[in-house]
């Protein structure tokens, strides 16, 4: 938190004085301090354990639970008073400003919310009310979106005021982090309607299937974390044989994601073309070395070789089950838009989408990277590549999605790669650079 910039403070601080200055107007005397009681514990076991998502860094509180059950319960003064426990969390990790802002955007969220079920018209709590379950599920929604919006955009303003994030990233991600937030958000209307005939008993209920639904998201969390490490495992792979791709695979993963939050394609497609990114080239461990690395022009059986590699990359990682869509990109990368690509020549709209989209990524990276027999060429000669061969190489549409991307994101040219000390020879040929197609022989004679 020291190394805050100045303007992540300022926003901080804003914060946390304007949630001071709201639990100040609350009216004490008003407020059931039992209910308050059980329900500032049940928060507190439950913000200790925060559940990790999917979202890599993304963690939730439990907490949600208890904080949405206050806003039924004990209305919007309540409920801020009891986003305040988040300063005793059990995180011990947290520094003491972290603890305070977090505090402060709990009881923000929980006091909108709170205004938001009263103007929809939320009853409040009555125990001996066999039907207010009935009507409570309308502005409770309402009031759990509030409350994870609130939460959700405090929490990104100083990501994003301390350079942590971008709101580009920050909006890709929302989506499951506003699933997941209101997943746990749910459990406290299930605490507020158990609550008459047992009471406290009822938050004590509730921690079963809270920690159930936590254990599962870490199920989820530990098989994507696992998904990565094969991915990652494949490309060193092809990595070592083909050392001057060295960071190629993870930037045309990068570049192609970047593409696919431009077209819109829903966050599921999104992480599977980051997958067909990184494993596009997969299929050059069955391509022998010499070829890989040959200096000179190739004979038709070299040539051929190369043409076999997206085939060989679907049949090395076909049986991965979670690549699903992810396999069209991998087999047809090198496929062009006039046809002429390979291995089985489709043109226009029989591409598939992730074959176009991965196609413009790789051929940029490729231009934008050193090799052995030219320097990388600039991001703008590279740009007037693609802009050249849109609509008989590439898609068009890829190709301009691409460039906006790249106008908001940027992109860091990697540096030159270093042969390693046993490389008996380099290539004098990228595949995958429009600007210098492969040179192949026959019967002696170069074409």
């Known amino acids: 938190m020291r190394e805050l910039p100045a303007a992540a403070w300022v926003f901080v601080g804003g914060v946390v004085a304007l949630a001071a200055g709201l639990v100040a107007t609350v009216p004490l005397t008003d407020l059931d301090w039992t209910t308050l009681a059980v329900l500032a514990v049940l928060f507190l076991v439950c913000d200790s354990r925060p559940a990790q998502l999917t979202v890599e860094r993304a963690r939730v509180s439990l907490g949600f639970a208890a904080s949405l059950a206050g806003v039924v319960m004990l209305g919007p003064g309540g409920a801020a008073l009891l986003g305040l426990s988040a300063v005793v969390t059990g995180q011990r990790m947290f520094a003491p400003v972290k603890r305070l802002f977090n505090a402060a955007q709990f009881a923000l969220g929980g006091y909108a919310a709170g205004r938001v079920f009263d103007a929809l018209g939320g009853p409040r709590f009555h125990p001996n009310e066999a039907a207010w379950v009935e009507h409570v599920i309308g502005p409770f929604l309402a009031a759990a979106v509030t409350f994870v919006l609130v939460n959700l955009a405090l929490t990104g303003g100083v990501l994003v005021l301390s350079r942590q994030a971008t709101l580009g990233g920050m909006a890709a991600q929302s989506g499951q982090l506003v699933l997941g937030c209101l997943g746990y958000s749910m459990f406290g209307l299930l605490i507020a309607g158990l609550w008459p005939g047992i009471r406290a008993f009822a938050a004590v209920l509730v921690l079963l299937p809270l920690f159930i639904a936590r254990w599962a998201l870490e199920q989820a969390h530990d098989q994507q974390r696992s998904h990565a490490a094969t991915l990652a495992s494949l490309c060193q792979a092809v990595e070592t044989k083909d050392y001057y791709t060295r960071g190629h695979s993870e930037r045309v993963s990068r570049g192609s994601v970047m593409i696919a939050r431009q077209i819109g394609m829903r966050p599921a497609r999104v992480e599977a073309i980051r997958y067909a990114g990184m494993l596009h080239d997969v299929g050059k ?57 390979y291995p089985m020549g489709l043109a226009g709209d029989e ?97």
């Open 285 to 341: 461990l069955g391509v022998p070395t010499t070829v890989l690395q040959k200096d000179g022009p190739m004979t038709e059986q070299e040539f051929a070789a190369i043409q076999l590699h997206p085939m060989r990359g679907l049949e090395i990682v076909r049986e991965i089950g979670f690549l699903d869509e992810a396999l069209a990109g991998i087999m047809h990368h090198h496929e062009k838009m006039n046809g002429r690509g």
């Open 351 to 447: 591409i598939p989408e992730f074959a176009r989209v991965i196609s413009v990524a790789d051929a940029f990276d490729a231009m934008t990277s050193t090799r052995s027999y030219r320097a990388a060429r600039g991001i703008d000669e590279a740009v007037a590549e693609l802009r050249r061969c849109a609509g008989d190489h590439f898609d068009p549409v890829i190709v301009d999605a691409f460039l906006t991307a790249l106008e908001r994101e940027g992109w860091e040219p990697p540096g030159p790669v270093a042969a390693p000390g046993d490389a008996a020879q380099t290539t004098a040929q990228d595949h995958d650079d429009p600007t210098a197609p492969l040179r192949v022989t026959r019967d002696g004679a170069a074409r």
